[in-house]
């Protein structure tokens, strides 16, 4: 095989050849340091959004973190809502006509008493056991003795039916009387 060898035509041609790229060479390296500049500052850029984007991400992680709690508090919360809702639903089933009927019968004003009321029960339970409870335990004691007053007040009664003149004394006190709502015959 056989190396071909240049010739002095062939230097002179690669040199003439090689002026031309030598100036191109030259009028290209003011081109690369624009492109230089150009490239620093797009690193410059870069760098900076790649910061901001680094934040975001640390920011974003924050949140996915407490939306995981948030999800987690929730998923508990459901759980014990659906344990609570799942014993109670036999019971609200069933009372569920009566609350209905309710409902529809149900005035605001009367709520409004039931309120009222409610609001009331520590002083009625107050007073019931204080004032109302004691004088029920001694009323089986006072039964004896109202029925002795009333067989005594009947006795009265026919004692004084018996004197002479006390008959038209009790007339005209009975017409007198006659229309009072509250008589009643003791006999």
Do not use: C
């Amino acid at each position: 095989m056989r190396l071909p060898v240049p010739g002095p035509r062939d230097v002179i041609s690669a040199l003439e050849r090689g002026g031309e790229q030598v100036e191109a060479l030259v009028g290209a390296v003011p081109r690369a340091l624009v492109l230089l500049g150009d490239a620093e500052r797009l690193m410059v850029r870069a760098s900076s959004a790649i910061d901001r984007v680094r934040e975001v991400t640390e920011a974003a992680n924050v949140v996915v973190v407490r939306a995981s709690g948030v999800v987690d508090d929730a998923d508990a919360a459901i759980g014990r809502v659906t344990t609570l809702t799942d014993s109670l639903e036999p019971s609200l089933t069933r009372l569920q006509p009566t609350l209905e009927t309710l409902a529809d019968t149900t005035h605001p004003d009367e709520v409004a008493a039931l309120v009222r009321l409610v609001d009331h029960l520590p002083e009625l339970t107050s007073r019931v056991e204080d004032d109302v409870l004691p004088v029920l335990a001694t009323l089986g004691s006072v039964a004896p003795d109202v029925h002795d007053l009333l067989t005594v007040a009947r006795e009265l009664n026919d004692i004084l039916a018996k004197i002479p003149g006390l008959g038209r004394i009790r007339s005209r006190v009975e017409e007198e009387e006659g229309d009072d709502a509250t008589e009643a015959d003791v006999r």
